[in-house]
């Protein structure tokens, strides 16, 4: 099955964040990378798209724009080159995968849709996920846990599973 492979991001790569957040972000891009480079090597990718949008003003870029280099980097470590779409306009996990789909529809792309997220978000990512592909008529393809380092309050087991309840039974918005 072809396959369009989101990379869910979670901010910038910048000396201003803590040094712990800092690592965790490279080795998240890293792990999505490996990913990518799997699934390339098995003639099932179509497209990478890197989600992020611009969540700091005082950066001047997206999330997506800023992670580009270092995630083209470590693609290269793998001995893929490819093309990789941005999606620079979302704020959150839930504008992040219907932003994606959009934008890959809009290219005429069709196949399955494999989000990556890390590991803490994973089920409220599922949970999403899963509702909006539905919603979009586009086919779900599963979501890859990565585990990343992170000090941010956002980013607790328990926060993220009653956030992926919620979601579950409560409308959401994009």
Request: hydrophobic share 40%; proline share 3%.
């Amino acid at each position: 099955m072809r396959t369009i492979l989101v990379v869910l991001l979670y901010g910038y790569l910048d000396e201003s964040r803590p040094e712990i957040e800092l690592r965790g972000n490279r080795e998240y891009l890293q792990s999505g990378a490996k990913k990518a480079a799997q699934l390339f090597g098995s003639g099932k990718l179509v497209r990478v798209i890197l989600s992020g949008g611009s969540t700091v003003p005082s950066m001047h870029q997206s999330e997506a724009e800023n992670v580009c280099p270092q995630f083209h980097n470590d693609l290269k470590m793998f001995w893929y080159s490819l093309a990789i779409d941005l999606e620079k306009a979302s704020r959150n996990s839930t504008q992040n995968i219907a932003n994606s789909i959009k934008q890959a529809k809009a290219d005429c792309l069709q196949g399955q849709f494999v989000f990556v997220c890390d590991r803490v978000r994973w089920f409220r990512v599922w949970v999403l996920a899963r509702r909006i592909c539905k919603s979009e008529s586009v086919r779900f393809g599963g979501v890859v846990g990565i585990r990343r380092r992170d000090t941010h309050p956002h980013s607790r087991w328990l926060r993220q599973i009653i956030l992926g309840i919620y979601y579950a039974f409560c409308p959401y918005s994009v």
